[in-house]
């Protein structure tokens, strides 16, 4: 997610509440993704595929699955804090824009939601 950085710079002090799912084909991971649900609404952090694996459908079917799996779990709200650049991966999900946006570790974000 973050390669040129420390993998400290990526924890959270929350990710033990998290539910963290991987795609692996064989041993090898390609993608992950950590849900945080909170009553009815989750969000989703922490999306990230190999470079070298992107574009092969890998994020794709994990983050289906996890759309999926908040659902079964009674989520009404998912959210994620998408990067500006990736935004049309995430309208292909039924994701939507809203206005909020922010900047960290210099790249721009978009908070992106959907009704499950």
Known sequence: MWP????????????DQGAHYGLFREES????????IKNEEAQFRKFATL?????KDYGSQLLSFVLDEAKKK?????WCNARENKKEFYLKFGLF??????ER????????EKRL
């Open 4 to 15: 040129e950085k420390d993998i400290e710079y990526s924890k959270l002090a929350d990710d």
């Open 29 to 36: 991971l390609l993608s992950v993704l950590s849900l945080f």
């Open 51 to 55: 470079i070298e694996e992107q574009g």
């Open 74 to 78: 009674g989520v009404k709200r998912i």
């Open 97 to 102: 824009e809203t206005n909020m946006r922010f």
């Open 105 to 112: 570790g210099g790249k721009c974000y978009i908070i992106m």
